[in-house]
């Protein structure tokens, strides 16, 4: 029997004020000037500075009747930090012969951004309040009856100059049916944290459809092109997975959102110093369009998409199209912040145009005028900038016993004697990676993987496409330079960002000297400074390893983390607590900027915490499982230490926060059989890690008695816990039950246990999930159908609230718009295409894409359907028959058009109790864990 032993220390700080118990760690800031991790490149700074009216507005929101207690101001630089880098400085004046109460809170900043930031790090920290997303997390701000005094002056510079939030598929996975109320809310936590930029994609199809309109497309042709609200992000490029799924775009919807963003979104973060990333045109248009135009230049799209066309970047006519795109765009929207997205090589399979035309002049291309010039300003850049001079080449130490695989460079027979003859060597030629001594010289190998062999040594080339000089692909250099002119011409000041995760499809991820000659291209396109990748490795560990540093490329280090939003408890804490830092101390030129990327919030808030916090501080955290207790009692609002609520958070930390799985959830909850569990290859012994996540649960319920639980945050963390490990257990059921099924001959009796008892798992866990609104499908379909009632966005703000009447489907014909937006909010949780009612089988590319583990959704659709297949698989057995794979597919889909088309309507407030429904189901559970976990709260 195999046993968990964790130990954890946490240091507990003494009372340090009046009211609150946990005081901050006040450490000795060293100066970090920036100037070290960027010293050749060209970072272009955030240009808003916002205005400190609308931090006072925040504080009011967040805390009422706060603001009258602190001192809000702008200053040109801190002290003692340098005069280009932002800052903000807490102060105060205390009250006569009292250290601990203040009269005021004096925080003083370089721009609003830094402003809120430094609210937010005295509300955090002096006050323990807790600042999370409005389902995924939770929020406390208690008012303090005397407000901490800060003891001295405070200086915090920002370690890189962007904090960057969100993914494009954020806007569909999370924010789509948000409500100005719950924009507002948003917008404030990424204040709170110093987000300064955010992509700003709400109201876009409203620009597209007046540009589309001016170039002769209908009506039909351009709604029936946009997909529907709650999959706009794939219909935007950024994915063609499909286009006109679940359209025609309402014109009510195009029109409400275009006066979102217009009215209060753009306003909102301008005011707050965050800059807003506004889409620019990146080549993707209705393929109507190259009919309109007679134009061969545009080439249609692959596979569900189609009904897209691909305007080739040498073409006069992107030039034309980009050109009355950003008039219209800065016309409705602004230039505030000139920041810029275009990610058109995301799937589309053609990118800008397959290849150059034979008179192609790039001279000549980069300066024609527009076909019809909307805009008086002109600006165009055609050179090709000068760089710095190329790294040396980096070798490993000698590694013994081992060798790289793969002769190259067709000199399988050439042997070096020298060492430093046979580098050198290897450093001209592209294909070589590294030497292989084998005992009689040296040979260039062009492996990258070492293989152990005993008596070899192996020579590695830790850098070998940095330190070489590789030549520009005139293709990718002309597309780059055709996008960048179409913002630049209009926006001499524009900043092209590019998601990197476009650089898995481009195949750049892969460092062979063809990626790379395309990405130098591309990135050399614009003027230097002028590119910014957005670095989304998936688990963050950055992808500016392999190409950071090279070309004077800024780019923002990210973490990707998560598809669709799903929600399993993960993100190594340890890898995330180097960003940026392992950048900046390997004095990588470029880091511009740290944040996160996830295509869903509402989930795994604590890993998201480490990096948001990280542009604060100037260095990793030393001790995560020291700031994992002290967050854990402030979220809990605990004036005592407890023991219980330390040792969950060891736990966790231990546990779930210690690895990083997969970007998508493979348990058993979405999938059947599920493929990802933490399971022995028994199905029966739970690993280490999920035993830990076990007794954290146990910990946290045994920390009901000390805690108020009306606290949405300690409620939150209940039941995520709780989630996470029937969502584990989940999976070997599953896999038991499938196997059951697939027998050659069905035994009734294990199909009808196994299945039952999977069953009834999901169940519970849709029972757990229903104690706590974040995790209950009813508020995500509450919030879709008040679009259709003309109720989401605010009068006072001169938006319509007309019930609108224009949702005519292609699939279902007209339906009242609440049912349609409904529509797409269950589709886009379940099989993401949509299912028809004669159809008998779903659409497979993206179906059960996010796996949402919310209340409803599990009891009513997951669950349901592995009911229905055990009950196939049943009367399948009875008549002796192998399962009938062709009416489970029948029934799958039968289901889902069922599901999806229902608009029985879902609870948004819990029944329950969360803790005693908890504890009701840690019981019943239980003897999956202690034999191998043991009983108490940490095994040993």
Known sequence: MSRVSVMFTATWKKPRCMYWLLFPVLLEWAIFEGSTAASNVKIAKPALRGNVSAVYALLERVVPGSAEHFDLGFVDSCPGISVDQACFMLSDTSVDGNDFAARKISIHATSASELSAGVGMYLREWCNMSMGWLRGGGRNFPVPSVWPSVRGVRIYPRAVPWTFAENVCTSSYTLVWHSWEQWEAFLDWAALWGVNLLPALTGQEEVQYKVFSSLGLTDAQ??????????????????????????????????????????????????????????????????????????????????????????????????????????????????????????????????????????????????????????????????????????????????????????????????????????????????????????????????????????????????????????????????????????????????????????????????????????????????????????????????????????????????????????????????????????????????????????????????????????????????????????????????????????????????????????????????????????????????????????????????????????????????????????????????????????????????????????????????????????????WLQSARAWGLGGATDAAANLSTEVPADCITSMRGPLACTDYYEWNARVQLTTWYPTGEHDRSIFGRDNDYARKQWGGLVGDFYAVRAQNLRDQALADAAASNPLNATAVTENIAALAYTWTTSTAPYPVSPSENFVEVSEVLFAKYASFFTPTCGANGIAT
């Open 222 to 779: 351009i709604r029936g092109w946009f997909n529907g609200p709650a999959l706009l992000t794939w219909s935007r490029g950024q994915n063609s997975h499909g286009n006109g799924v679940m359209g025609p775009l309402p014109r009510s919807w195009m029109q409400a959102q275009w006066s979102l963003q217009r009215e209060l979104i753009l306003p909102r973060m301008r005011g707050l110093g965050i800059t807003g990333q506004l889409p620019a045109f990146q080549g993707n248009v209705p393929w109507d369009l190259a009919t309109v135009l007679h134009d061969a230049n545009i080439t249609q799209g692959l596979g569900q998409g189609n009904g897209t066309g691909w305007v080739d970047g040498t073409d006069p006519a992107f030039g034309d199209i980009a050109d009355r795109w950003m008039h219209t765009l800065l016309n409705d929207f602004g230039t505030a912040g000139h920041v810029y997205q275009m990610d058109g090589f995301f799937a589309n399979g053609t990118s800008w145009g397959a290849s150059l035309p034979s008179d192609y002049d790039a001279e000549t291309f980069q300066n024609v005028s527009p076909v019809t010039p909307p805009s008086p300003r002109r600006h165009s850049y055609s050179g090709t900038r000068e760089h710095s001079e190329t790294p040396a080449c980096v070798w490993s130490a000698p590694v013994d016993n081992a060798y790289l695989a793969g002769y190259c460079c067709n000199k399988n027979t050439t042997v070096w004697q020298n060492l430093s003859v046979a580098k050198r060597a290897c450093e001209e030629e592209p294909g070589c990676s590294g030497l292989t001594e084998e005992g009689y010289g040296f040979q260039m190998r062009a492996g990258t993987q070492l293989l152990q062999h005993k008596g070899d040594t192996a020579f590695v080339l830790e850098n070998p496409l940095q330190c070489r000089v590789l030549p520009v692909d005139p293709l990718w250099l002309a597309r780059g330079k055709s996008a960048y002119n179409g913002i630049a011409r209009s926006d001499p000041n524009a900043i092209w960002a590019y998601q990197g995760w476009a650089f898995y499809v481009a195949g750049w991820h892969t460092p062979t000297p063809e990626a790379w000659s395309q990405l130098r291209g591309f990135i050399q396109a614009a003027p230097e400074g002028k590119f910014v990748i957005i670095d989304m490795a998936s688990n963050g560990d950055g992808m500016w390893r392999q190409w950071g540093g090279i070309w004077n490329t800024p780019f923002i280090w990210t973490s990707l983390h998560t598809f669709g939003g799903n929600m399993g408890l993960k993100g190594n804490l340890s890898r995330a607590n180097r960003i940026p830092f392992d950048a900046i101390d390997a004095h990588i030129g470029g880091i511009a900027g740290a944040g996160m990327t996830p295509e869903g919030f509402d989930q795994n808030p604590v890993y998201y915490e480490v990096i948001q916090g990280a542009p604060w501080r100037n260095a990793p955290i030393e001790n995560l499982t020291e700031w994992l207790v002290q967050r854990g009692h402030r979220r809990y609002g605990l004036r005592e230490h407890s023991t219980d609520v330390a040792a969950a958070w060891a736990l966790l930390g231990a546990g779930s926060y210690s690895q990083d799985l997969t970007v998508s959830d493979g348990t058993g909850v979405g999938l059947n059989p599920g493929k990802d569990h933490f399971f022995a290859a028994d199905l029966r012994t739970p690993v280490p890690s999920l035993c830990m996540t076990w007794h954290a649960w146990r910990r946290l319920l045994d920390a009901s008695p000390v805690i108020n639980t009306s606290l949405e945050t300690y409620r939150y963390d209940v039941v995520n816990t709780g989630r996470e490990v029937l969502a584990r257990l989940s999976t070997p059921m599953s896999i038991n039950f499938t196997a059951t099924t697939q027998a050659a001959v069905l035994d009734a009796d294990r199909v009808n246990h196994t299945g039952s008892v999977y069953v009834a798992l999901l169940r519970d866990l849709d029972r757990l999930l229903n104690t706590d609104s974040a995790f209950m499908l009813g508020p």
